[in-house]
């Protein structure tokens, strides 16, 4: 059974920092590309970031790039999203999700990232 566990989220103040992580289970991880994705209160799903399976490749959306470095460890089949810089506009739910075939197959429960003073 494929399974996606997002942790790390939290409530932190403007300007502060978060490593949210994804540990992956029940299929080959260093073979899948992956992505952030995230949803704000009230709103519609917005893509955040992709690495691709060996890690290479990465890719940020506009909203993040700068302040957000996607990363995985293979190994230990865990994907990574560091945030820094943190925005109240930031304020989401984030999801890992694997990505097959040009679509998104399997997301994780998502985890709570509130940036607040």
């Known amino acids: 059974e494929v399974q996606l566990v997002e942790s790390g989220g939290g409530l932190v103040q403007p300007g502060g920092s978060l490593r949210l992580s994804c540990a992956a289970s029940?299929?080959?991880?260093?073979?899948?590309?992956m992505s952030w994705v995230r949803q704000a209160p009230g709103k519609g799903l917005e893509w955040v970031s992709y690495?691709?399976?060996?890690?290479?490749?990465?890719v940020y959306a506009d909203s993040v790039k700068g302040r957000s470095t996607i990363s995985r460890d293979n190994a230990k089949n865990t994907v990574f999203l560091q945030m820094n810089s943190l925005k109240p506009e930031d304020t989401a739910v984030y999801y890992c999700?694997?990505?097959?075939?040009?679509?998104?197959?399997?997301w994780g429960q998502g985890t709570q990232v509130t940036v607040s003073s």
């Open positions: 999700v694997r990505y097959n075939h040009y679509r998104y197959d399997y």
């Open positions: 029940g299929f080959t991880f260093s073979s899948y590309d």
């Open positions: 690495i691709n399976r060996g890690g290479g490749s990465t």
